[in-house]
């Protein structure tokens, strides 16, 4: 933009006319810029190396991607992106599909996302690609950097309990995976049965699980996976699996089941065929004579009960008659039988043993009595 005097000439190309015949006036001179810059970051510093956990993904926006274009007759929106190398164990998304170009303007909205494929390997990863404008000779060439972090999974779940004989959900709380890979797939979080329970089996779906067979966590959010106990006296079991992603192997966890015993069985008994004692003493019945025992309660909970009193004598518990006793009374030396003197040299006890639930009736224990000399 300048100032310019204009003043007449002759057809050979003299001035005519005087100055005053002249005239003053502006010539606006218009530049059209050309198009030989190539594209360049923003922040020519910004790192290039990115880390991603196996099996997961990693999102590039304008934070790590930002070019512009120096030429103003272009928008810096607009600039291309192209992969020419790389991607071996990955891809990239947009809006979830898979693409090999895509624009700035994708970047600065709602970003392009890295996705790790690669089931096993946990090599880097690289893209090659290079930036252009609307002049395809302007590209500027760059490379990024994905460092494959190992997936990790840990099992830290809460002991299953379960009544005997009965079946128990296995929920997410008993297997209560975490891991660095965030988020990860329930779908895809795999149990492979290692070994079977001792005590039951597992049901998925109502069939049972065979040995390496296996259930999602998805199938124990859904409460599809139970365990069956098989009703036998057992405390304890174990669920032994072997956590797996989309077929990366971690190490064995084993879930510890505990079994609430129920009383479904009488007590044992046993018991000599008898016992001698002297004429009008007291003789101690010892626990190797008469006995029972129940794996389902304390021996304080072993009753007998005398169905009928002795013909010639008493039972007595720490010296005192007593109709009942315990099979800790018996353990513990508490339980006599004392015979009166009188003309019988023989009697019996005839009682019934009792855990509080199950009884057994009409238990003799035959007495020999041997009269005075």
Known sequence: NFTVTLQPIDVSGNRIGSYEDSRTGQLVVQVTQKNDNKPKPVNPNATSTFSVVQFGHFKLTDQQ??????????????????????????????????????L????????????????????????????SDE??????????????????????????????????MITVEHLNVSSNLKPFFSRHVVFVLASLPANGQILVRGQALPLSGNFSLEEAESGDVVYLHDGSDTITDVLAVVPQYLGKIFLQHSIKILVQAVDDTPPVIHKQQGMAVDDGSVTRIESDILSAHDDEVDSHDVVFMLEQQPRSGVVLRAGKTTRSFTQYDLDQGLIDYQHILGSHYYDSLIFSVTDGTNSIPNITLDIVIYPRV
Not at 72 to 94: A, P, R
């Open 104 to 131: 700035q303007s994708d970047l600065n909205t709602n970003g392009i996302t890295y996705q790790h494929t690669a089931s096993k390997n946990v090599l880097p990863d690289f893209m090659g690609y290079y930036v």
């Open 135 to 168: 002049n395809p000779a302007n590209h500027f060439y760059s490379l990024l950097t994905f460092d494959i972090v190992p997936m990790s999974m840990t099992i830290r779940g809460e002991v299953l309990q379960v009544i005997e004989g009965k079946q128990r």
């Open 65 to 102: 991607l930002n070019y512009v274009d120096v030429d103003s007759d272009f928008s810096s929106g607009q600039l291309l992106y192209t992969i020419y190398s790389g991607l071996k164990y990955g891809t990239l998304l947009l809006n979830g599909r898979p693409v090999r170009q895509f």
